[in-house]
């Protein structure tokens, strides 16, 4: 749920500014865009792309900066508006809220009429950009990014090698999943796809990465030709030998710069690019090329959501292993109180994670707050912000990893003790557990999307006028993004029919805000629902994670008789499942935490 | 729920296609479009406007004809698949399902390259017309539709007088509407809107009219400007002296054809068009004309849908009087089977309602389906189909009426009796009870759209493998439409968020074809909800309509606590309301039959 980034980039001053707007001059530029965003559009940038941060000192994970020659601002949205005003100077720039103040709203307020406002196509999709437009703005893409220009010391490209994915862990080759994705273009008469997304073609050519934090990916591009043939855009150093044999002669590996040369290649043309999750540039020059371009989703973006067999059964020895390490963490917990704090119970679980088998590294970064830094969303622990973890509190730890089978993500709140907690808590926890069950229980036919359930996660909190300010759930990758599209379960996003194989979090909350947070969040996989009588095809969700609720935070009398009896059943699978991995104290420790509540 | 329309329009004809075909010959055109709409795009047509009927003799609410000079083809929904067959020639007509085949797919197929097909954007929205242009179809708009140059006998367009609807029912004056429309306006940059739905006429000018069946609106056009100033297009004849006072001078009214000129007029000038809910011809005008059409929603839509507090008391006391009619209904069923038909219950309903104060007729055609009839959806019974009601059988009765101070809709499923009903279809029944509490009982923040909640409405029955195949939910009009825009429940809609003051249905139902229709249907309005605390407006819902549930097809045992108590406590408010009102006998039935069940 979290997504700072570790850099190593140094910190900003007055001068770059200065330096970018000598360079816009010299461009004929009057301003220019700076996003928090890479050419892949990703959610973790390498340090080469972290140019807001360069620019303006700002390193959270969302956030645009607008440079005029005479003002200059940086926007982001409400997780970060302090992070922005502690990190950046305010004699350089104007600090906005991203939804409040739009970009585009001030732009038209600040920008002379007529004024040549820039922007990196290859920062921006084609819809961010016809934002822009509606709003009457009419901005100049540039050839070369002018920020880039002037950051002498801009950090190499990452190149770290990528891997082959075994299909024992993929499950598909590779040959498969193209002919299927080059099937889907003949239906839509498109000659080509253009993907943009590290994950698609991770997925696609069974293989893996490591060149951002937290993701197993190797960026790069690719097109996939409607017959099944691919040209992948890498550095050639990045793909060793065996790798190249791995994907085999239907994939050809050229130098990035080879792009713009197979792309002319596509002249008149139909070719499929994603208008919201691929950078403009690629629309752009296609058309300067004489193609036809068709806004259509990323090709792999289904396929890859939906997990086939091998996928499903890894993720749940995934899952199975992971919650070994949550609950000897969980155990270690218990005494934490007055003990520990916010990092060193971090680290306590990632280091029992690293004695898992296929543990690969974190899958974002750890979210680890005690008392009221809980009650911040997207809180990212710091040796600033470092708390002790006290009594008579609660602790949210909201974390997740990596194996080579499968990606975990778990929140789970508990209570430090040793005193009752409050009543009003244990109320609100009990809501936010009665939302989580509304979800796990849930049967719903195709063709429902996660905006379509999203409420009932929501309802019991709602009935008393609380609610919570984040989608319920979002796409799990297998070894990959542990933020995965198209799918989510969130009133906000497009209505995509979650299908069987997909894996969603169900992660409701609740926050107050200077006293505490809670989230309790399992990751769910859907599957086929074997109804007898049932006329069309029906899912459920299959529960992922393994590890007990506190049931100190459970208040029963708030919970109809099936939701009990939910908890129990669950509790009993847990103790199934962890046990016969615990050792002595654990494993009665276990046995306590799980046993019913009625 | 239903919609077909009395009508007096002959037996179609081969001759009629032949003339038409010849017509088209005579105009250049290779084909041509001829769907079931008026020049408003609304749910009922006058006569006149009924040309698919007369063209093909079918009489459906939903369909469209294509006439090429080859061949041609009838496309309509599932709805109404069997009574296309029966009313149509299959000499003349392929018949089509328009969702499975769609016309757009067959012109596709059949049209040779290059051909003319012609179509009246007076009956089609720029959006309809748009999913043609989608599948690469080029359409050609006509002048004057070339049907209605060969329908001889046409009937002349409907000339009922618009008439004032006074404040007491109205709540807020013209003058006060038009300025809030002008303010919208304004705030846009827009300088005027285009209002095609006589229900947004009759809204905005307080008028209301007796064109069309059901729903009593006068039939005209209106050009609101953003000075609050508005020209009315209707026939001079149809506004008498009094509305024409009523209305007001800064309303001015013109004949029909003066149109084209007041377009013209807008030269220069950003003009609002509804491109979904208004007739293509007025953006095509517009546009020739030199004007600057910006899509947009009736401007109307919103302000009419949020009732004013004069309106939702007016919409209570009209739902209090109607439950009286409907209650008495309900016991005289108690001794109909054996004795009764559909008809004659849909017209016992009918007559008990015209001893209602402020009767003005049904809000649409009553659903009166006994039995398996039940369980055709939008059934309209007629004497061919007319069912003498049997016991121990299931009877649906969903009807609505005007009152001059509301519209109201109501849905029950009664048992005929004496035995006692099948285990099966009283948990059934409950199901679909549990998914109208839940709808009922819902408290929700602002923001959330009917897209949103629909799933609660089907969750009983999701789980189970069950189902229904509509929507759970539609916008209701005061004293004008029963099916009003923007709002709905239902995961097809557009998430139009639901505000306060607005009436929405609460319909879920069950249907097993051959055997029985469920269908539990109240009217809800939409109320802020007084949290203690909460930290954001938020939403409930006040129910509007006053009827027993049939307590002999409620299985308690599958009701939570909170559930059964809702009835309990409906019930008990339902003999408040509707038990002063009735006379001896009917007030110790509707004792026993509101006795609490648990």
Redesign the interface.
């Known amino acids: 749920m979290s997504n700072n980034e570790v850099s190593t980039i140094p910190a900003a001053s007055g001068e770059r500014l200065a330096a970018l707007r000598a360079e816009l001059a010299r461009q004929g530029l009057d301003g220019f865009l700076v996003p928090r965003a890479d050419e892949h559009l990703g959610e973790y940038v390498p340090d080469r792309a972290d140019r807001l941060r360069w620019l303006t000192g700002f390193s959270g994970s969302a956030g645009l900066a607008v440079v005029f020659a005479g003002r200059a601002a940086v926007f982001t949205d409400g997780r970060y508006v302090l992070q922005l005003a502690e990190q950046t100077d305010p004699a350089l720039w104007e600090r906005r809220h991203i939804t409040d103040e739009p970009p585009a709203a001030w732009i038209a307020e600040h920008a002379a009429p007529g004024a040549r406002i820039g922007y990196d196509p290859l920062l921006f999709s084609e819809e961010a950009i016809g934002r822009y437009a509606d709003k009457g703005l009419s901005l100049v893409p540039v050839e070369a990014n002018p920020l880039d220009a002037v950051w002498a010391d801009q950090p190499a490209p990452p190149m770290a090698p990528a891997l082959p994915h075994p299909l024992a862990f993929a499950g598909l080759d590779s040959a498969r999943k193209r002919e299927q994705v080059a099937a889907a273009l003949v239906a839509e008469r498109q000659a080509a796809a253009v993907v943009t997304d590290p994950a698609s073609i991770a997925w696609l050519l069974n293989i893996r990465g490591d060149d951002v934090p937290f993701t197993p990916f190797a960026l790069g591009f690719l097109i996939i030709h409607a017959d099944a043939g691919c040209e992948l855009f890498m550095a050639p150093q990045k793909v060793p030998e065996a790798t190249r044999a791995w994907i085999g002669n239907a994939v050809s590996v050229q130098d990035r710069n080879a792009m713009p040369g197979a792309l002319a290649r596509l002249k008149g043309k139909r070719v499929r690019v994603d208008a919201a999750g691929s950078p403009a540039w690629f629309a752009q020059k296609l058309r300067a090329a004489g193609a036809e371009v068709v806004a259509g989703m990323d090709p792999c973006m289904l396929p890859k959501a939906r997990k086939n067999e091998v996928e499903r059964q890894g993720s749940r020895n995934a899952h199975a292993r992971d919650a070994v390490a949550v609950c000897r963490f969980l155990r270690w917990m218990e005494s934490a109180a007055g003990r520990q704090t916010e990092i060193s119970a971090a680290e306590k679980l990632l280091a029992l994670r690293g004695e898992v088998p296929l543990f690969r590294g974190e899958s974002f970064p750890a979210i680890s707050g005690s008392g009221p830094n809980g009650a911040i969303i997207h809180y990212r622990v710091s040796p600033e912000t470092n708390r002790a973890i006290g009594e008579n509190e609660t602790y949210l730890i909201d974390s997740g990893a990596q194996y080579t089978d499968g990606t975990t993500d778990i929140t789970r709140t508990v209570w430090t003790g040793p005193a009752t907690p409050p009543d009003e808590l244990r109320a609100r926890v009990t809501r936010v557990l009665k939302g989580h069950i509304a979800i796990a229980t ?4 195709k063709g ?2 996660g ?6 996660a ?2 019991a909190l ?6 919570y300010d984040h989608g319920t759930g979002h796409g799990v990758g297998s070894y990959l993004s542990v933020h995965e599209g198209p799918v989510s379960i969130s ?1 906000a996003a497009r ?1 995509v029919p979650i299908e069987a194989g997909m894996i969603l979090s169900n992660e409701p909350g609740y926050y107050l805000p200077g006293a505490y947070g809670i989230r309790l969040e399992n990751l769910l996989l859907a599957t086929e ?1 074997e ?6 095809p ?1 899912l459920r969700f299959e529960t992922l994670t393994w590890a007990p609720f506190d049931r100190r935070l459970i208040d029963t009398t708030l919970l ?1 008789r099936a939701e009990l009896d939910w908890i129990d059943d669950y509790h009993d699978q847990v103790r199934t499942v962890v046990g016969p991995h615990l050792d002595g104290q654990d494993c009665g420790w276990l046995e306590a935490v799980c046993a019913p509540l009625a």
Do not use: M, N
């Open positions: 849930l049967v719903f036919p429902v999307a905006a379509h359930i999203d409420a009932f929501r309802a709602w009935q008393v006028g609380l609610d009133r209505p629902a109804l007898p009588g049932a006329l069309k029906f109809t």
